[in-house]
């Protein structure tokens, strides 16, 4: 049973930058076909697809975030993570790390706030 | 950008009877090389991540009830609950995975009447 857990700051102050990282337990980010992906949600724009990356490393970006955003994936870790640059408060979401294009396996998410 | 649109925001409906949620989506999310529409629904409850319930338009992933299904193709497409359960209370979504950026429709809501 594949497993992922998010994990990273709460609370971030505007204008900094966010670092998630998603550990995936019970598969490899190494192997298979399925992209690892990062998904927020929140109360103003509902769920948000904001980046996959491949067991390759091949990646594609919201381009409404792509300026802002880097995904990456970390094989000896098991790991990938996300940066997100220059807060703002908008950048206020849970955020969810899942695997595949239709997500089958989530993370539990984790609330990040954006506040000074 | 494929932009997801669900009808209606929300419904009510008693127990065992049937809950029906569409979703329409700006362009056609159907891959004429494989004949496959690119769209799933999730399930959401609350302080839960979202769930995946359907795939490939109609297809139901591992251990979800058959009284849930989907169907339709190219641009409209409906999940139907054939009949309700209390445990199905919850945020419904639907998803393209077309082409990048992935999009969702804004959820309806599911409530016992």
């Known amino acids: 049973q594949v497993q992922l857990q998010e994990s990273g700051p709460g609370l971030v102050k505007p204008s900094q930058t966010l670092s998630l990282t998603c550990t995936v337990s019970g598969g490899s980010v190494s192997s298979g076909t399925d992209y690892w992906s990062w998904i927020r949600q929140s109360a103003g724009r509902g769920l948000e697809w904001i980046a996959r990356i491949s067991p390759s490393g091949s990646t594609n970006y919201n381009p409404s975030l792509k300026s802002r955003v880097t995904i990456s994936v970390d094989r000896s870790k098991n790991q990938f993570s996300l940066n997100l640059r220059s807060l703002t408060a908008a950048d206020t979401a849970v955020y969810y790390c899942?695997?595949?294009?239709?997500?089958?396996?989530w993370g539990q998410g984790i609330l990040v706030t954006v506040s000074s | 950008d494929i932009v997801m649109t669900q009808s209606p925001d929300s419904l009510a409906v008693s127990l065992g009877e049937r809950a029906t949620i569409n979703c329409k989506s700006s362009q056609s999310v159907l891959y004429s090389s494989n004949n496959k529409n690119y769209l799933a629904w999730y399930q959401q409850k609350p302080g839960q991540p979202p769930k995946l319930v359907i795939y490939w338009a109609s297809t139901r992933d591992s251990g979800v009830p058959d009284r849930f299904s989907g169907s339709g193709s190219g641009t409209d497409f409906t999940l139907t609950i054939s009949s309700l359960q209390a445990e199905d209370v919850a945020v419904y979504y639907c998803?393209?995975?077309?082409?990048?950026?992935?999009?969702f429709g804004g959820g309806t809501k599911v409530e016992i009447k």
């Open positions: 998803q393209h995975y077309y082409s990048t950026p992935f999009t």
């Open positions: 899942a695997r595949g294009d239709y997500s089958y396996y």
